[in-house]
């Protein structure tokens, strides 16, 4: 596997974390973590698709795997479950009975499926059970889309994953939004990593667009402004800075954001405790830096705070 070539990331997996919840509960209790959210990434459909056979029964099986593994964790985690947008009556089928094991709380998505973003009409069944569930929907980048990346140049670790990221995050937001995704789910939870990349500065531009709609200077552009449609997904703090931080806070408030640490795959240093550092350089008031570190997220959930 091209991973294995690169010494950086033959580290990163290396990490017992990854596969022993002894080892990542410790992480967590030297981080103050008490639940752990755990996602699907862009490797994992393409993972489960190598293995042969239906893709249904391999979502279905990592799923049951997933809820089984965490039943000895005392509930300190949640799993998104996983499922194939492109598998058919059969995957959606399993995605409902996946939704009902244990210490399975929602569905984890990517932001594309190579160049197929959340936005396209295969998704909206999956979208459908979140709402008849009433479970999250948390959206992982999925990488940058495969024509840009050479077209563009992205040839290093962050033109093609630190902008890359930020970059399909924002541009899945935006289609999603200008498609009526979001107006025709408005009770689905959704949550994008990474404080949803590019897309928090593109308010304005937004707006300007509205504008220039109005004088009959754009194309079509749907009638809520981009601060709007924000303000009602949830957004993960994940390599983000204080400066960015406040600038959510400003746009569309603090109640979007849930914090973010990325562990196993980025450490403490650079994950959790780095987030935890730059929300307390804010110094936002006690009820509002409580609802970041906690209530957010149990809304987020579904869950009502202790």
Known sequence: MT??????????????????????TEVMDSTEVDLGLVIPSSSTIPALRAAGGAIHEATEAHNRSMSRDLEAASGRFVAMAVVDPFGGREDVAQLARSLKLPNIGGIGLTTNYGEITLDDKRFEPIFELAREYDVPVTVHPGGIWPGARQQLGLDTAFLSSGLGFFLVDGLCIFKMAGGGVFDRFPSVRFMFCQLGGVAPICCGRWSFHDVAQAHGAADHVPARSLADYLSHVWLDTHTQDRHALALVMAEFGAHTIVIGGDYPFTVP?????????????LSPDAETRHNIECNNALALLGRRPD
């Open 269 to 281: 240093s650079l994950g959790m405790d780095y987030t935890l550092a730059e929300l307390a350089a």
């Open 3 to 24: 991973r294995l070539n690169n010494p950086h990331l033959t580290q990163v997996y290396s990490r017992p974390a990854w596969h022993d919840l002894g080892a990542l």
